[in-house]
């Protein structure tokens, strides 16, 4: 498939983007693995000659909300939810953006590559990932994020018999218009 020539803004009508975190410590059966959904967000995806040449995605932080919750010993409130995100915007991410800048992107065999700089809890540093470009435009792709690495301390609760695992997954879904 070509997609079509020019600039592309892409964000929740196009599409999702969530987050999908996993829980660990020993009172791992407490807790849920969350689906995080990103409600505001935007991203450009530059197409030359039928392929996208570069890559941009900027998301506000603030606009987390709790989709889903899986396992756990009991279903999460409403109230659980609002605590969750919380201390995500107030701890984990300080209330920064998060931001994808590509300095390259290389597409092969319906397969993106991009390489860039990853901005989240106002630390940037190199990030690669892969994408999958379906015939119809389709965008898929995760990019699997070590906080540490990024200077954030995996949520904790409970002690730090319950907390967040230090890798997270950042998971896009969108369609680009055809050529």
């Known amino acids: ?40 967000w935007e991203g450009m995806v530059e197409v030359v000659d039928g392929g996208p040449t570069r890559v941009e995605l900027d998301a506000d ?31 984990v991410l300080k209330k920064q953006p998060i931001k994808f800048h590509s300095s390259s992107v290389t597409h092969a065999g319906g397969k993106l590559t991009l390489a860039g700089d990853l901005t989240m809890g106002g630390t940037t540093r190199p990030a690669s990932f892969d994408l999958a470009l379906a015939d119809d435009g389709h965008l898929t792709g995760k990019l699997e994020i070590v906080q540490s690495e990024w200077g954030i301390k995996p949520y904790k609760a409970m002690m730090g018999a319950l907390k967040v695992k230090d890798t997270i997954e950042i998971v896009l879904d969108v369609t680009l218009p055809a050529g």
Do not use: C, F, W
């Open 1 to 40: 498939m070509t997609l079509a020539p020019g600039t592309h803004k892409v964000g929740p009508q196009q599409g999702t983007l969530h987050v999908h975190t996993y829980r660990d410590g020993v009172a791992q059966k407490i807790g849920h693995d969350l689906i995080i959904a990103v409600d505001r």
């Open 61 to 91: 932080s603030q606009s987390l909300q709790v989709s889903e919750g899986v396992g756990g010993a009991k279903p999460l409130s409403d109230d659980d939810k609002k605590k969750i995100i919380d201390a995500t915007n107030d701890k």
